[in-house]
């Protein structure tokens, strides 16, 4: 039997995996990892996260209607994971073919070929993530509110 409380149970669960995925490499570049933390998107997904993973222990402990919040959180997430996936790569590249160049040419070198950008496990991480907090606040949304 399913209990009213456990979407928030999932909604807890998803909100930790957001907050761990902003820690992890989002983008590698060759062997090289790039985690989310150091770009301002990565700080946003780790307060989202958090934010996540407080109104769901307050849905699940106080019994307070978080479920908007819930919702909010998750597609805020969602949308700017979407958005870095989109847009990571092509930045990335040219960040790192600035590099080069600049590299080459204060040491008098060729310039080395850029290896191609690749999109790592944090980034589906936190989507997956983000996926289960929206979803879970959407099915808390569509039960009735205990009275």
Known sequence: MVKAR???ALALLGSAVVTGAAFLPWFHVGDVGLPG????AGYFVA????????LSVVGLRRRLDTRQGLVLSGLAVLTTLAVTWQVGPAT?????QARA???????N?????????GVSAGLFGGMVGAALVAAAGLTALGRRTER
């Open 109 to 117: 070198l060729t310039v080395e070929p850029v290896p191609p950008v």
């Open 6 to 8: 456990d979407p928030y």
């Open 101 to 107: 160049e600049a590299v080459a040419l204060v040491d």
């Open 92 to 96: 990335i590249a040219s960040r790192a």
């Open 37 to 40: 933390i150091p770009d301002p």
């Open 47 to 54: 307060a989202m996260g958090l934010t996540g993973v407080g």
